[in-house]
């Protein structure tokens, strides 16, 4: 559908990179479902240079994800150039996006994330510096401005555009907002009609409808979702569905919600053992339990699991509970 340097993305639905949720077991449940590219959450460039154990430990990339974008980011010049160098001889990624969109304080005050977007020099220097010495595409990943006095997305994007960036995924929010208020999709459109790279829009994508009705209005490329695909990689696999045919797929039952939320945990357990993997799923499986009526206790019980014999009992819990609820009011209609 369209490409990012020498990569070939066949549709235009992506997952983004959310911090503390997209490992490999995230990852490849979601590529299943036909993401046309998934990325990594990102990856500190000092924690690849010093080996750090966790850090390493991020790079993991099972092939079938692929393609694949690994996101690193930092604040220094010559850090992010030697983490890129690594990334690009060392692991099997596609991409190698530098992240100049995190909100978060502990980030920006490194000088990293979102602190780039006060600066298009800077933007130019350091992805000019990463793309002369590393062989895979380099994108960014970027928010519109640091707050509303701020807003320099267009000189930004060309920023990158000219250094050699391959392409740039834009979050219409600025840094301040953080993930409140509404994403500005009229910057989106605006950025589009200024660069000649690909762009990825993101922000305030809930729905299939919403994807389309993102690329009708600002031109883009591709389409990211993140929140909306926690808990729900059908939202990944409705909305490649409906840019394809215009066919809204139905919504999955309770027991394919719970299937496929054992089937990530199990790969979590692979990926992190029992221990780690039961803790940290305990989030996506409150993400998977969403929307169904009556789950509360389950979901309340499920932060209080230790072991993935546990938790998968609550889940089936949850889906018997689901069945039991449907079959008397379907007695009762």
């Excluded at 990334?87 to 990624?93: G, L």
């Excluded at 009705?213 to 729900?232: F, K, P, Q």
């Excluded at 059908?234 to 215009?246: F, N, P, S």
């Excluded at 072991?307 to 509970?321: G, I, K, M, S």
Aim: charged share 30%; with cysteine; net charge negative.
């Amino acid at each position: 559908m369209f490409k990012i340097g020498n990569v070939d993305i066949k549709n235009r639905v992506v997952l983004a990179p959310m911090a503390g949720v997209c490992n490999s077991a995230f990852r490849l449940t979601v590529k299943e479902f036909g993401a046309g590219l998934v990325c990594a959450e990102m990856v500190s460039d000092k924690g690849i240079l010093i080996k750090n154990e966790k850090t390493m430990n991020m790079l993991y990339i099972d092939e079938r994800e692929k393609p694949l974008s690994l996101q690193i980011f930092g604040g220094e010049k010559d850090t992010l150039v030697e983490a890129a160098k690594f990334v690009d001889k060392n692991t099997n990624a596609d991409i190698i996006d530098i992240n100049m969109g995190c909100p978060v304080p502990k980030i920006t005050k490194c000088d990293a994330g979102a602190k780039w977007l006060l600066d298009p020099n800077k933007i130019y220097e350091m992805v000019s510096a990463v793309v002369a010495e590393v062989e895979k595409p380099v994108t960014v990943k970027m928010r519109m401005g640091w707050d509303e006095d701020h807003i320099y997305a267009i000189q930004n994007a060309q920023a990158v555009e000219r250094a050699g960036g391959s392409a740039v995924a834009l979050h219409g929010r600025t840094r301040v907002q953080m993930y409140e208020g509404t994403a500005n999709w009229d910057i989106i459109r605006e950025v589009k009609q200024s660069i000649n790279i690909p762009l990825i829009g993101n922000g305030d994508v809930q729905t299939p409808q919403d994807a389309k009705r993102m690329i009708e209005e600002t031109g883009v490329d591709g389409v990211m979702i993140g929140r909306a695909a926690l808990g729900n990689p059908w939202m990944i696999y409705r909305t490649v569905k409906y840019l394809e045919t215009g066919d809204l797929m139905d919504e999955p039952s309770v027991r394919e919600k719970m299937d496929v939320c054992i089937l990530h945990l199990d790969r979590l357990v692979d990926l992190k053992t029992e221990y780690v993997a039961v803790r940290e799923m305990r989030k996506h499986a409150a993400w998977y339990l969403k929307g169904i009526r009556g789950n509360a206790k389950v979901r309340n019980a499920v932060n209080e699991c230790t072991t993935r014999d546990e938790l998968v009992a609550l889940l089936n819990v949850a889906v018997a509970e689901a069945e039991e609820k449907e079959k008397m009011e379907s007695q009762v209609g």
